[in-house]
């Protein structure tokens, strides 16, 4: 990983899309990767596969998401209509309980 962030910093004109996970870093860790994303403001990340991770920090995660929301994308591999409700309601309430 230590590789892959000094490749981040030598090329910032590319921009570098990781998925799964925040890009390797868990959902837990919100702030190693906003140190990541302060450190290269030419990473973005998808939430596709943290969805249970940030719901179990409701307002960081929402504090985060609104820092850094033209950093953090919305990605599926599959489409399954009944999973988008989940999305919406950890998005755009602040719920606690999911």
Avoid: C
């Avoid at 890009?23 to 906003?34: H, W, Y």
């Avoid at 919406?88 to 309980?97: S, W």
């Amino acid at each position: 990983m230590t590789e892959r962030i000094h490749l981040f910093a030598k090329h910032p004109k590319t921009n570098y899309h990781r998925r799964r996970n925040f890009g390797d870093f868990t959902g837990n860790d919100l702030e190693r990767l906003g140190k990541l994303f302060d450190a290269n403001p030419n990473v973005y990340v998808d939430i596709a596969a943290v969805l249970a991770e940030l719901g179990r920090q409701p307002y960081s995660a929402h504090d985060f998401l609104v820092k850094y929301q033209d950093r953090v994308l919305m990605g599926k591999d599959i489409y399954e209509v009944n999973e988008y409700k989940w999305y919406f309601r950890a998005l755009e309430t602040r719920g606690r309980i999911f």
